[in-house]
């Protein structure tokens, strides 16, 4: 069982910059792919970057690429989401999720139903 808690969220501008921790409860957060989502009103859910177990390996979506930076501190037990040069479009609710069986060759790292647990989510809003 793994509990996650989002936090960072909040009001920006235009350009700006906003970091995203996700703190995890459990001794096995280490063995977790770490997964970060959002959803704007209206709109589906969707892939924003994830993190393999071992940090090494990082995947993102093309809208936030060369933005967004994904990184985790497994000593620390959380992960985070660096967020740069941020626009209007980015305006959502951000969740972190884990899994240990989603993978990048099967495709179902970037999908919101292959991850089993689920952080309460945090606003960003980037006014324009």
């Known amino acids: 069982q793994v509990q996650l808690v989002e936090s960072g969220g909040g009001l920006v501008q235009t350009g700006g910059s906003l970091r995203l921790s996700c703190a995890a409860s459990?001794?096995?957060?280490?063995?977790?792919?770490m997964g970060w989502f959002r959803q704007a009103p209206g709109k589906e859910r969707e892939f924003v970057a994830a993190?393999?177990?071992?940090?090494?390996?990082?995947y993102y979506a093309d809208s936030v690429k060369g933005r967004f930076t994904i990184s985790r501190d497994n000593a620390k037990n959380t992960v985070f989401l660096q967020m740069n040069s941020l626009k209007p479009e980015d305006t959502a609710v951000y969740y972190c999720?884990?899994?240990?069986?989603?993978?990048?060759?099967?495709?179902?790292?970037?999908?919101?139903?292959?991850?089993?647990?689920w952080g309460q989510g945090t606003q960003v809003t980037v006014s324009s």
């Open positions: 459990g001794r096995t957060f280490s063995s977790y792919t």
């Open positions: 999720a884990a899994s240990r069986k989603v993978a990048v060759y099967s495709g179902t790292i970037y999908l919101d139903k292959e991850y089993d647990y």
């Open positions: 993190i393999t177990w071992t940090g090494v390996n990082t």
